[in-house]
């Protein structure tokens, strides 16, 4: 079964961190450049960041520049977003995707089409 898991997620209070992994199943990663995305609770779903296959280059978005960091490990077939200076507005469900990095921000997949069930991140005191 060819399927994206998710996991890392939890609660944690503001200014702390989390590192959330994306590990595939069923086929090999090495090919792919993955996006990570969230949804928080009644709200649109919102691109966070994207690891390229070719060169590992990486992208945020302004809202987490400078607090995660995503990056990938093939050997392992997972790709990790690191988290830090959490805020609670980091608060939602965290998925991955298979995502072409560099394109419009506005056209990542929805949470409904990512490959797995995602991950709760609940940032509060």
């Known amino acids: 079964q060819v399927q994206l898991v998710e996991s890392g997620g939890g609660l944690v209070q503001p200014g702390g961190s989390l590192r959330l992994s994306c590990a595939a199943a069923?086929?090999?990663?090495?090919?792919?450049?993955i996006g990570w995305g969230r949804q928080a609770p009644g709200k649109e779903r919102e691109a966070v960041s994207c690891?390229?296959?070719?060169?590992?280059?990486?992208y945020y978005v302004n809202s987490v520049k400078g607090r995660f960091t995503i990056s990938r490990d093939n050997a392992k077939n997972t790709v990790y977003l690191q988290m830090n200076s959490l805020k609670p507005e980091d608060t939602a469900v965290y998925y991955c995707?298979?995502?072409?990095?560099?394109?419009?921000?506005?056209?990542?997949?929805?949470?409904?089409?990512?490959w797995g069930q995602g991950t709760l991140v609940t940032v509060s005191s």
């Open positions: 995707v298979p995502f072409k990095c560099g394109s419009s921000w506005n056209d990542f997949p929805q949470k409904g089409e990512a």
């Open positions: 069923g086929f090999s990663l090495d090919a792919l450049a």
């Open positions: 690891i390229s296959a070719s060169d590992g280059k990486t």
